[in-house]
């Protein structure tokens, strides 16, 4: 059964009750939950699951992407068993740095698009840090320092982070969106939008914040040359 992802809707969902499925791989499948698997280049949360008064510790989020049930893997499943109701709560710091830094991600990515042309081939977002690998050319310093801070100025606007959702033929005329869009398996028939007015849009799956002037700073912390086109970048958000 497809566990329904409560984060999707409310990514500021930090507690939620819930039902236990089935045990599997030391650990329980919730029938929906607030817990962002490992997903879309986006580390997992961690928290905790309650069940009475005894409690539980989320040590990792797994998606099964062939069946869409979300596994929360436990340090013990002892005493849970399918029926169970348990109360569900996230780790607030971790998760909120990582929706910080995932909508930082999506304004770098639209901002080396723009300037450079430049796509990203690949890259993580974990709670203290993302790194990314842009298709571009040049000096990466000097390349990045300048997005850097055209990222900043985006933040500093203070713009409303939307998240709704389109049939696939509507997100399909949406120039930028098409080409993730194609990429989604056939029987994707609404997809999951994320836009910065103005800034960026994406079919994407994760949490975000509801404006960019919650991201605080955006901070270069180093740069690589992997490559004639292939430029690293590592960065995080302050405060
Ligand atoms: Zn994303």
Redesign the pocket.
Known sequence: MVTELLFQRDSYLRRFESTVMDLRSGGVILDKTAFHPMT?GVADDTGWLYLGNVRYEVRSVVLEKDSGEVIHVLDTTEGLSPGATVIGELNWERRYKLMRL?TA??ILSAVMYDDYGSLVTGGSVEPDKAKEDYDVQGDEKEIFSKAAERVNEIIKRGMEVRIYWLSRDEAMKIPGVVKLAARMPPNVNVLRIVEIPGVDI?A?G?PHVRNTIEIGKFLLLKTENKGKKRKRIYYTVEP
């Open positions: 879309g995932h991600a999506h994406q994407d994760g």
